[in-house]
């Protein structure tokens, strides 16, 4: 979450109540530094192994079946699971484990 105000004593009185808050930066940030700071290039291939870390899934590993890079899904074949299926996930929603076999 990100807060913009004119009076630091303020944002800090807000900030206190709040569950896992980190710090303030003081001064002016512009919004390619926002974005930046909050954007992480995932690196998934093909053929890696991932795990799954969002719900109905959560827990679950799989191995990436495909990539939509334009719609920021991965499509899965879980691991240990009867079905060959493939199951569709955010690429945010899943945690590389190990490379390509």
């Known amino acids: 979450m990100f807060v913009e105000g004119s009076m ?19 001064g002016v940030m ?5 974005v930046n700071s ?16 969002v ?4 827990g679950y590993k799989g191995r990436v079946v495909d990539i939509d ?5 991965v499509y899965l074949e879980l691991l240990d699971s009867s079905s060959t ?5 955010n690429i ?3 945690r590389k484990i190990e490379g390509k076999q």
């Open 30 to 34: 512009s919004v390619d530094e926002i």
């Open 85 to 89: 299926m493939p199951i569709i996930v």
């Open 38 to 53: 909050l954007a992480k290039p995932v690196e998934i291939n093909v053929g890696d192994v991932v795990e799954i870390i």
């Open 69 to 73: 890079k334009q719609r920021g899904q």
């Open 8 to 26: 630091p004593y303020e944002i800090q009185d807000l900030a206190t109540n709040i569950k896992h808050y980190r710090g303030m930066v003081r």
């Open 92 to 94: 945010r929603g899943v």
């Open 55 to 58: 719900e109905p899934f959560k």
